[in-house]
Each structure stands twice: as structure tokens, then as C-alpha cells.
């Protein structure tokens, strides 16, 4: 398997994908916050780096990967989360998809909004959620009801519901109370192997919504793209 260093910044949102499936996967690697990892603030690095994006994936020091979905779909296929059946696995992407579409605004509401502008995106948030999960309720019921979106194995598409479903929950605990399949699903994910491990290890996001900051290795840090 070869070495792998995840370069992102202080934020659950575009890497965290990617993370759930390396530790899934039992797959060694490194988080390098950008500004560690060029030796200089992103800002003077971003103009110059591959499509001016991040989170990328570097593999064995030679070889990098933007672009957040393309990295997904390069780990999904190193450790065989996608199907082989190509009509399954199209499926498998578009529900990939959908969860990349909920990036927006609901990763910079959680990570970085506060005040009024937080409750004002956080109603929209919320009702463009509700207007989504029944689609997922019914979404389950398509492969003799999950436990996953498509059966009993697990696919990449799944981790990319997981993880924005688990973002708006921050903003609404009681958001999947009508929605028993979709409640069952995030249980059964977050008990994978390798899964709850990384889950209760992870750093935690706290002061969602008054004052953003999450805590790494025991140390508060404000969320955000230069160091502290």
C-alpha cells in the first residue's frame, strides 16, 4: 500500500470523506495542515499548487490528487468500495454525487458561521434537509432496506451521506426522528469496523454556531485555513 498524506485545513468538511474511508480501510496515513505541510501560509502557496485546491491526496511523496471527489473515488477503488456490476456502480457514484452537492452551505455553516448569519443559514439548511431525507428514507427501502443505501455492503456513496448527515445533525439532533431507515443507516455506519474508532478519536467540533473551534490532540483550536 503506498504512503498517503492528507493535506486539508483545521475543519470537518472536504477530507472528511476520505478519512472515513482510509481508517475503514485500516489504511495508515497523515493529516498535514497545508501550512505545515508547505512550510508557508496556503495563501502564498494556493495560486501556484494544483487547481488552487485542497484537500489533495499525496501519495508516495510523488504523486498528488485534488479535487476532493477524485480523491473518494481513487480510495473506493483501492479498497474495493465500488461495485463491480457497472449499473450498480453508476448508482453508487450518483449518490456520491448528491452528497457532494450538500456541501454547500451547510460545511461553511457548521465550521464557520456564527451569530445571526448562522440562524438564518441554519433555517435553510434544515428545510432544504427535510425536503431531502425522504428521498433517502425511500432510497433504503430499494435493496431490502439497507442497512446501507444499497444492501448489506457498504459503498463509497455511503460515506458521503454519512458524513454530511452527520454535519446537519450538529445544527438538528432530532433531524432523522421521522425517518427510522435513515436513523438505522447512521447507526449501523458509524458501528463498522474502524468506523467508531475513528469517530471517537477524531477531533471534536465544538461551539458550533457562537464561536467554531475544534480540539486536536487535547488543544483548542479555531477553525480555519492558517494556523493559529
Known amino acids: 500500500m503506498p504512503k498517503f498524506s492528507l493535506i486539508y485545513f483545521k475543519m470537518r468538511a472536504l477530507a472528511e470523506t476520505p478519512q472515513l474511508i482510509l481508517n475503514y480501510a485500516n489504511i495508515p496515513y497523515s493529516y498535514e495542515m497545508a501550512w505545515d505541510f508547505f512550510d508557508a501560509p496556503w495563501s502564498e502557496v494556493k495560486s501556484s499548487f494544483l487547481y488552487n485546491k485542497l484537500p ?59 451569530g445571526e448569519a448562522f440562524k438564518e443559514k441554519k433555517e435553510k439548511i434544515i428545510k432544504d434537509f427535510e425536503n431531502r431525507l425522504p428521498g433517502f428514507e425511500r432510497e433504503l427501502t430499494k435493496y431490502d432496506h439497507g442497512p446501507f443505501f444499497f444492501g448489506d455492503e457498504v459503498y463509497y456513496g455511503d460515506f458521503g451521506i454519512f458524513h454530511n448527515i452527520d454535519l446537519v445533525r450538529l445544527l438538528d439532533g432530532d433531524l432523522l426522528k421521522q425517518y427510522p431507515l435513515m436513523s438505522k443507516f447512521m447507526e449501523n455506519f458509524e458501528n463498522l469496523v474502524g468506523i467508531s474508532e475513528y469517530l471517537n478519536a477524531r477531533p471534536k467540533l465544538v461551539g458550533v454556531g457562537t464561536e467554531p473551534k475544534l480540539i486536536i490532540n487535547g488543544v483548542v483550536k479555531s477553525t480555519g485555513i492558517v494556523d493559529d
Open 56 to 114: 489533495a491526496l499525496q501519495i508516495d511523496s510523488d504523486k498528488i490528487i485534488a479535487q476532493s471527489g477524485s480523491i473518494v473515488r481513487y480510495l473506493a477503488k483501492i479498497t474495493n468500495l465500488i461495485p463491480s456490476d457497472d449499473i450498480l456502480a453508476a448508482e453508487v457514484d450518483a449518490l456520491f454525487e448528491t452528497s457532494q452537492e450538500l456541501f454547500f452551505p451547510l460545511s461553511p455553516t457548521v465550521n464557520f458561521a456564527t
